[in-house]
């Protein structure tokens, strides 16, 4: 029996076992028709607005959000803005930005609840940000408390170790890293990935088992040896995200599937991961009653 409809899902059950109160969804992205897109007469896909989030927020049981600003709007952050907002303060914000931003933009920002920049790097077809920009805009955030996310591909984390090793802010990784299912723990980027987590700056995201897999649902194989890794390195620096609503994905994943995921990895840790790292990191505990 179908118990639920949620746009850009295929799931229909909640998570078994459900998850714990205040578990948080770190990462997802909104697009909403009502704020122009980056690039003038680009649609904007249905059914990914906040309302349609809280549709699959409440099937999964989680009431904490993380937002990341979708390509889809550029450098233009409103709609982000407009999500956060719309939370009630529980959602905290990823934005991308131009590199001549005023400081008094990135005030509004943080008042608005951002609390990091992302750079999706590992596409340089369809990049926002750069390489180029990295460093110079981390230390600009620095004395806000803000982190640099970074999305990037195995070899590129490799290729760019200096620099990466070289910011001032912490760090985020997005999708366990992107590591080739065909090397997996193989890779170099795994052990960079480890040192990172070990020096203590750095938070890995448990997302995106279909980016990392070619095997494909239910399982998706090749994750389960990675993420299980990254738990026993550092269960304390990661957090679980659903990545809706899949905009890179023609067929959408199951995210009740993909919660469930996490408690085959995580064991033990599943509440620490859901509950306790992001409460901690985006500053949900300074929140009264969240």
Request: net charge negative; aromatic share 8%; with cysteine.
């Amino acid at each position: 029996m179908t118990l639920f409809s949620v746009p850009h899902s295929l799931s229909t059950e909640r998570p078994s076992p459900v998850l714990p109160a205040n578990a948080c969804d770190a990462h997802l992205h909104i697009l909403d028709a009502r704020f122009t897109p980056a690039i003038t007469g680009t649609p904007t896909p249905a059914n990914m607005t906040w309302d349609d989030y809280l549709l699959l927020q409440a099937h999964l049981g989680c009431s904490r959000a993380v937002i990341v600003q979708a390509k889809h709007y550029g450098f233009d952050n409103a709609c982000l803005l407009d999500a956060i907002a719309r939370s009630k303060g529980r959602a905290r914000g990823i934005a991308v930005v131009a590199p001549d931003i005023s400081d008094i933009e990135l005030e509004n920002l943080h008042q608005g609840g951002v609390r990091g920049l992302r750079f999706s790097l590992w596409n340089s077809g369809n990049a926002v940000a750069s390489w180029e920009t990295l460093a110079p805009l981390a230390a600009r955030i620095y004395e806000l408390g803000w982190h640099i996310q970074l999305h990037a591909a195995a070899e590129q984390l490799v290729a760019h170790e200096r620099l990466i090793d070289s910011l001032p802010t912490p760090l985020v990784i997005d999708h366990m890293g992107r590591l080739p299912p065909q090397q997996g723990l193989e890779h170099p980027a795994a052990q960079l990935l480890r040192r990172w987590l070990e020096e203590g700056k750095t938070w890995i995201k448990l997302s995106g088992a279909y980016l990392n897999s070619d095997s494909g649902a239910p399982n998706y194989a090749p994750t389960l040896a990675t993420a299980r890794q990254l738990i026993e390195w550092a269960p304390q620096r990661l957090f679980w995200g659903s990545d809706w609503p899949h905009i890179t994905e023609q067929h959408k994943p199951d995210d009740a599937h993909l919660a469930n995921l996490l408690g085959e990895w995580a064991g033990k840790y599943r509440q620490q991961i859901l509950v306790d790292n992001p409460a901690e990191f985006y500053g949900f505990v300074d929140v009264e009653g969240l």
